[in-house]
């Protein structure tokens, strides 16, 4: 008999999901979403990223990216500016309050992994980041699968 | 230098919310979602379930798992008891069209799963259940942190 709740994909989402929803809850009081604190988090490492980037390391589409952007130049957390040599392409960065902003909620999230991880040996730790991106990269199979059902 | 993207709730995030929208996709065209695919696998393995039994397997609400199971009687997918002993308390079972679509989604979702752990190594996917789980138990902790901050 199969058991719904031993099943990986099961286990995967809920924690996951979970994960995600008890941090947006604690960044809701900054008006940031999810999204929006891995592009702060994302800039905060690696200035100067165009949106193509953000919207592949922060998992939304290009179009998602672009307004989101929209609204934390508006909030005065990061400025878009076009490169010199590239009209097409702009260049996102970290205004001073996105940096104290951006530092501020990584403390926050370093926590939280902190307590999600408390229980776990260091080399599980390893092999759970491994797993994660193992699993992760294997979903394309299924999506490559659902495109060409759809086809 | 923090590395968002090396993260252990990045990464979990990023493969439950990605594994759960794939399989949601998959099932949208028998009219369900992940939480009512749960539902009916979940009495698939234990017939006879209260709302509250349902409610935690799926991680929805008491109230949104109420609404849910309306929907799955009027699609005729499960019924929906008074126990004799009992006035207050319902018993969900599966009709003979809901144990047809949850054999035939639970098939679905071992594809998936065996897609997802391909190439993982048996003692490794052990040990990722068992990861999953302690992470999902240590959430507790980060919960009950947000309520106290409430407060």
């Known amino acids: 008999m199969y058991e719904l709740t031993k099943s990986i994909p099961y286990l995967l989402n ?3 999901v979970r994960m995600g929803a008890l941090f947006s809850r604690r960044i809701e009081q900054f008006n940031l979403t999810l999204p929006m604190y891995r592009v702060l988090a ?14 592949e390391t922060t998992v939304v589409e290009l179009s998602t990216m672009s307004r989101m952007i929209g609204t934390l ?21 970290l205004t001073k309050e996105g940096i104290r902003i951006a530092d501020l909620l990584i403390k926050e999230a370093m926590h939280y992994e902190e307590v ?15 797993l994660l991106n193992e699993i992760h990269d294997l979903l394309d199979v299924l999506e490559s699968e659902q495109e060409s059902l759809l086809q």
Chains 1, 2 share one sequence.
């Open 73 to 93: 130049v508006t909030n005065g957390l990061v400025t878009r500016e076009r490169l010199p040599n590239n009209e097409r392409t702009v260049s996102i960065n």
């Open 116 to 130: 999600a991880v408390r229980n776990l040996a260091t080399a599980d730790i390893e092999k759970l980041r491994f």
């Open 14 to 16: 809920r924690a996951g």
């Open 42 to 55: 994302s800039l905060r490492e690696q200035p100067g990223q165009k949106l193509s980037d953000l919207a």
